[in-house]
């Protein structure tokens, strides 16, 4: 996720989705490719004589599948520096959707924990409003109060200069 820093601009902090919400995907998906060896061999079915051709292609289609979710999840993130925050939210390999705000746009931050995998695993949801009442909801962001923490920091010592 390349980031143009403007001038005097320090990259601060990197805030993604919680790393525990990638590990269903590398569970998951290669199931399907354990699913067909158990059709294979306990039931003796071939796949009409394309045995190869289908494990070669499953595991292909599952592959692409996990370095997707992966790619998501490293591109899909907050990035603070100290002169802006920007969310850059990852739709597809092609698909994202850039926003950016100053400091002295932001108006409140706030964040939520609901459950107790949220408060052991220490993720929550986001959101920041800003004075044209637009919204930035990140959803199950790593340490939600360190960010917030880390933005309002940098907001307080931005306006005492």
Sequence with gaps: MPIILRQDEELIK???????FLIPVFFTWPLIVVGLFLVRYSLDFDFFGYWTLTLI???LIVTFIILQKCFIWKNDALIITNQRVV?????????KTVTELLYQDIVEITYSKRGMNASLYDY???KIRT?????????????PD?????????RQNRSTI
């Excluded at 969310?87 to 698909?95: A, K, P």
Aim: glycine share 4%; no cysteine.
């Design 57 to 59: 292609l499953s595991a």
């Design 87 to 95: 969310e850059n939210e990852q739709h597809g390999f092609f698909s």
């Design 146 to 154: 360190e960010t917030i923490e880390l933005i309002n920091n940098i």
């Design 124 to 126: 929550g949801d986001l």
């Design 14 to 20: 990197i805030a993604r989705k919680h790393v525990m």
């Design 131 to 143: 004075a044209a009442e637009n919204e930035i909801i990140l959803e199950k962001i790593a340490n």
